[in-house]
């Protein structure tokens, strides 16, 4: 079975931090480029940030750069989202995605591998 698990999710105050987790299973995440995206209640679903396959390249949308910080592991098949100084407009569900490149923070090249997403929650 070909899946990406998302998790680390959860309830934080305003200027929490969390880590997020996407793991693969069924395929490497070796071969693919990776994103994380998110999507708010009523609002469209936005790139958060993208890594290259080898992790030598990063980007990140403006509203978290400096924030966010996103990383891989392959020998763990793994990719992360560190997030701090988290704000309530980080509120939503988070999701990862395998693809082929990244266009800016926006993973491009999709490989149909989503995860179900986890829920980031800021608030007081």
């Known amino acids: 079975q070909l899946q990406l698990v998302e998790s680390g999710g959860g309830l934080v105050q305003p200027g929490g931090s969390l880590r997020l987790s996407c793991a693969a299973s069924?395929?490497?995440?070796?071969?693919?480029?990776a994103g994380w995206f998110r999507q708010a209640p009523g609002k469209e679903r936005e790139g958060v940030s993208c890594?290259?396959?080898?992790?030598?390249?990063?980007y990140y949308r403006d509203s978290v750069k400096g924030r966010f910080t996103i990383s891989r592991d392959n020998a763990k098949n793994t990719v992360y989202l560190q997030m701090n100084s988290l704000k309530p407009e980080d509120t939503g569900i988070y999701y990862c995605?395998?693809?082929?490149?990244?266009?800016?923070?926006?993973?491009?090249?999709?490989?149909?591998?989503w995860g179900q997403g986890t829920q980031v929650t800021v608030s007081s």
């Open positions: 995605a395998a693809g082929s490149h990244c266009s800016g923070p926006v993973l491009s090249g999709g490989t149909g591998y």
């Open positions: 069924g395929f490497s995440l070796d071969y693919y480029g």
């Open positions: 890594i290259t396959f080898n992790g030598g390249s990063t």
